[in-house]
């Protein structure tokens, strides 16, 4: 993965990129609209990071909620918020590649994790991981890097919601799409990887899912005025990411 999220500095920042409109209007109101309602379940986020979505979760009546991350520091930063505003989440440090403890969950959420795969073999990887966590007929809802953002033409400009797009003059498997996150006196810089659209839907049914879903990103209603769809037509005609909704054989 290219990008340290042990570091201090990143762990911050990324906590920090947060606050930018796009993360509330069109991130989470896309996923957790596809998450639908969780009441009752068990649901786990999977590289749950400082644990932005995991509080949500909680928050939407989810029986109970596990978050696991790679990060030490990533789950440090999760515990202390659990800890300063207690919601009974459990953080574990846990590499999402490795076979989960548990294997009953009703519902696994990620936000952005699979676009740190750089090869099919590391989706496979991470798809079997994901998959060990859920009991059979149990939901994968995940939100990733959108692969056709190295075939928009022309390249557009995402300067005016706080991010920069930056390719290889070439796409190839593992190519690397970088991300610069606008934090004001600073920046975040963030490292995802091309894969074509059409290695997903196999690597995912090896990996035991079916129902493979590919839904498209949304833009909240409640923000959509005139002046505001204006706004973000640019950003909704080129998504940065898509979502996908599938079952646990």
């Not at 990008?3 to 606050?19: E, I, L, P, R, W």
């Not at 070439?170 to 810089?189: F, N, Q």
Request: hydrophobic share 35%; with cysteine.
């Amino acid at each position: 993965m290219g990008t340290n999220y042990d570091s201090g500095h990143v762990a911050d920042h990324y906590q920090q990129a947060k606050q930018h409109p796009w993360r509330s209007l069109v991130e989470e109101y896309s996923l957790l609209s596809l998450v639908g309602d969780i009441s009752g379940k068990k649901v786990v986020d999977i590289a749950c990071g400082e644990g932005y979505f995991t509080r949500r979760l909680r928050r939407a009546d989810a029986a109970t909620v596990v978050g696991i991350d790679i990060s030490e520091r990533m789950i440090d930063m999760a515990r202390a918020q659990e800890e300063s505003d207690p919601l009974g989440i459990d953080y574990r440090v846990c590499d999402t590649r490795t076979i989960g403890p548990q294997r009953d969950f009703d519902v696994a959420v990620s936000a952005w994790l699979l676009s740190y795969a750089d090869s099919r073999a590391e989706l496979a990887r991470m798809c079997r991981g994901i998959a060990s966590w859920l009991r059979p007929g149990g939901r994968f809802v995940t939100l990733t890097s959108n692969p056709e953002v190295y075939f928009f033409r022309p390249p557009p400009d995402y300067r005016k919601y706080g991010l920069r797009m930056t390719l290889m003059d070439h796409v190839y498997e593992g190519a690397p799409i970088r991300w610069t996150i606008d934090l004001g006196d600073t920046e975040l810089e963030i490292e995802n990887y091309y894969l074509p659209l059409d290695a997903f839907e196999p690597t995912f049914h090896d990996a035991g899912f079916r129902d493979f879903r590919i839904h498209p990103l949304q833009l909240d209603p409640g923000s959509q005025t005139v002046e505001n769809k204006r706004y973000w037509r640019e950003f909704m005609d080129n998504p940065i990411a898509l979502l996908i909704d599938c079952m646990k054989a």
